[in-house]
């Protein structure tokens, strides 16, 4: 019978697969994954969801919303969402700007609806969440 050796290349091997598996699930939830809004609010469908260029899924544990990181300023990301995210089906509204968070209430053709937050982190770059409602605020 084979016995299993441990090393620390292998270990490292392992490490790195779970990083793997655990990057490609948070990159599906912010990409090609379709995601059900809270009862109540309009079909969220993920899918189609603005992201400013060049992020990084951040998984999300309720598996509702968009998240993610960019090393872009906030102040850059937040302009993002005020001229329009380069597209029509999405409309966001700021509601509090400035500072090191912004806020912006956001509707989509099919009536999903809620709240974006654009936030600088400590780390230099900036996070951002989208997440479905139950009522357009």
């Known amino acids: 019978m084979a016995k299993a050796q441990f090393h620390r290349g292998g270990l490292l091997a392992i490490s ?3 990083l793997i598996v655990t990057f490609a699930s948070g ?5 090609g994954t379709t995601h ?6 309009g079909a969220c ?13 951040l998984p999300r544990p309720d598996n509702a919303g968009v998240a993610y990181r960019t090393f872009a300023s906030a102040s850059r ?3 993002f969402y005020q001229a329009g995210a380069g597209q029509t089906a999405w409309t966001f509204v700021a509601t509090q700007d400035g500072g090191p968070t912004w806020v912006f209430h956001f509707t989509e053709n099919s ?3 809620g709240i974006l937050t654009v936030q600088a982190d400590q780390a230099g770059g900036t996070v951002v969440e989208a997440n479905p409602t139950s009522t357009a605020d």
Not at 27 to 31: K, N, Q, W
Not at 45 to 57: E, G, I, L
Request: proline share 6%; charged share 5%; with cysteine.
């Open 16 to 18: 790195a697969a779970v």
């Open 27 to 31: 990159y599906a939830l912010g990409h």
């Open 36 to 41: 059900q809004a809270s009862a109540g609010a």
């Open 45 to 57: 469908t993920w899918t189609t969801f603005p992201s400013y260029p060049n992020v990084t899924a």
């Open 77 to 79: 990301v937040a302009r």
């Open 111 to 113: 009536g999903c609806h």
